[in-house]
């Protein structure tokens, strides 16, 4: 069965924030061959908007240089100043959606049609203005645990967070499936969560476990639902 330009199994990826750790993630994604999708805030692109998780402190990326350094990736919204968006009325949500999309846009000189909901908050109200502000998918934080595509891409579950203790039981089963129909495994996360945890070794062999393979397809998230 053709699917992805005559393979059944892709593989993407889906990191937010914009943070100084991604330096480290897209060298480790290119060297594999990986393509991965950034969710940006494009209001708070700036190194003062920092934080502190368990002594490591995680800064976001000024925007010089970024579009250098995502080269090959895709960018998407993460909302204009990563605020909740259950919090917000409809038109400030509004603006918090379509600005990120426009800004992001002329920095990066690409369209913008996907978006992560801060803290994977949303609810009806939410996809429904996501989708009046011309995003055609948006991405939840709770895993499927499955590699089955998506059918609500507005309401999207990624297959798993990459800290997530069945992920490699779950790689293996994506690899060896036989079953003819289209399977998409899609791992997500926060590139700062490797420094916090120490852990920067599981996501090379996580890499290391997909790459390569003539079977699969790896694309952004773009790429493998549009």
Known sequence: MEHWMGK??????????????????????????????FNLNSGIMTAASS???????IRRMNATGLPKLYAGHEIAGHMLTHANPTELDDETLYNE???????????????????????????????RIAGDCGMRYART??????????????????????????????????LADASGE????????????????GNWGRMEELCRRVAGRSDIFYGTNAEVLL
């Open 8 to 37: 059944r199994k892709a593989v993407t990826f889906s990191y937010d924030d914009g943070v100084e750790q991604d330096r480290r993630l897209v060298e480790l994604l290119n060297r594999y061959g990986l393509k991965a999708t």
């Open 51 to 57: 934080w502190k998780d368990n002594g490591v402190t």
């Open 97 to 127: 959606i379509l600005l990120d999309k426009r800004y992001l846009e002329q920095l990066f000189s690409q369209e913008v049609v996907g978006m992560a909901y801060p803290y994977g908050s949303f609810d009806d109200r939410i996809v």
């Open 141 to 174: 934080v709770w895993s499927s645990d499955s590699t089955s595509v998506p059918a609500d891409l507005l309401r999207l579950r990624p297959t798993a967070h990459h800290n997530a203790e069945t992920l490699f039981a779950r790689i293996d089963t994506f």
């Open 182 to 197: 289209p399977q998409l495994l899609y791992i997500w996360g926060h590139s700062y969560e490797f420094d916090v945890n």
